[in-house]
């Protein structure tokens, strides 16, 4: 169990689409295997990047199976299994084992908001349905709820297997709490890119990245970096990668990460609707960030 968390930079991949809109298992497994060569050692499968939402779950399995027959052993396999629904939540983590998962993340509730305490039974219920080691997932800014330090100590205190959590709160304070309540061995990654220094500082394990998809190997050297107190080396590595973090969320996650990837040379298809493409200004904001690295063509 301590061989998923043990993962210092986890891409949360895209979900490439062909050109029926179906999605392309087998894309997602060249690309998968591109990032562990150049830096990723965990790879997220159906989280808010994969588009989880429009995914079906035989579709998040059939990804998640396909990724580990090329990357398994190279790299942890996490797949995405949580939703607002606890038992729809459940059901998917049960089948994540026999689909190659070696960990699974579920996303605090959504639209529903549960209070605290349906927090805590919904995890423990997840947590429940498998032997895997499973990460929370707190981003309040989609799901309307905040995950609370504390409720998030009860339920790693009452669920064996709750050993990570993915923090993209936005509250470095927040995360110190956590931190401080839980075990030295609970793993907390940061949910955004442009907080992974700090949030490592505070105790931080990784990152789980959506700017590893273009430069892995940067977003690797910067977690190392972070790792092995070369303060100096991180802070040149961040700021130099900070333009691409904004322009990586210039609009919602996942279209510009997209759009940057058909720049870089690695096309992954389409969006899911309600998901569409970029507007032209959003274009040219990811097409500026991409040539300010010399990014375009270098995954061709």
């Known amino acids: 169990m301590a061989g998923a968390?043990?993962?210092?930079?986890?891409?949360?991949?895209?979900?490439?689409?062909?050109?029926?809109?179906?999605?392309?298992?087998?894309?997602a497994a060249?690309?998968?295997s591109m990032l562990v060569d150049r830096g990723s050692d965990g790879i997220m499968v159906a989280g808010t990047t994969g588009e989880s939402?429009?995914?079906?779950?035989?579709?998040?399995?059939?990804?998640?199976?396909?990724v580990r027959q090329r990357v398994g052993g190279r790299a942890a396999v996490w797949l995405g299994t949580g939703s607002y629904d606890t038992a729809e939540s459940v059901r998917l983590t049960r089948a994540a084992a026999d689909a190659g998962a070696e960990g699974v993340m579920a996303v605090v509730p959504y639209y529903n908001r549960p209070p605290q305490p349906g927090l805590i039974a919904h995890f423990t219920a997840v947590a429940a349905?498998?032997?895997?080691?499973?990460?929370?997932?707190?981003?309040?800014s989609r799901t309307g709820s905040n995950l609370l330090p504390r409720t998030l100590a009860?339920?790693?205190?009452?669920?064996?297997?709750?050993?990570?959590?993915k923090e993209a709160s936005r509250d470095l304070e927040q995360v110190a709490e956590v931190r401080r309540l839980l075990p030295a061995g609970f793993a907390i990654y940061s949910g955004d890119d442009a907080l992974?220094?700090?949030?490592?500082?505070?105790?931080?394990?990784?990152v789980v990245s959506v700017a590893s998809h273009l430069v892995p190997e940067r977003i690797a050297g910067l977690v190392d970096a972070c790792l092995q107190g070369q303060a100096d080396l991180a802070l040149r590595l961040h700021t130099s990668l900070l333009p691409l973090y904004r322009a990586l969320f210039v609009t919602s996650n996942p279209i510009p990460v997209k759009y940057a990837l058909r720049l870089a040379g690695f096309p992954c298809g389409g969006f899911r609707s309600p998901l569409c493409e970029p507007s032209a200004e959003e274009a040219a904001a990811i097409a500026a960030a991409v040539?300010?690295?010399?990014?375009?063509?270098?995954l061709a």
């Open 5 to 27: 968390t043990q993962a210092r930079v986890i891409t949360a991949l895209v979900t490439p689409f062909d050109e029926r809109g179906e999605i392309d298992c087998g894309r």
């Open 30 to 32: 060249d690309l998968a």
């Open 129 to 140: 349905a498998t032997p895997l080691p499973l990460m929370v997932y707190n981003i309040p």
């Open 196 to 206: 992974t220094p700090p949030v490592m500082a505070l105790g931080g394990a990784g």
């Open 291 to 298: 040539d300010a690295l010399a990014l375009r063509g270098t």
């Open 53 to 66: 939402p429009t995914l079906r779950p035989e579709e998040k399995l059939a990804l998640c199976a396909a």
């Open 154 to 165: 009860a339920i790693a205190a009452e669920a064996g297997n709750v050993v990570a959590v």
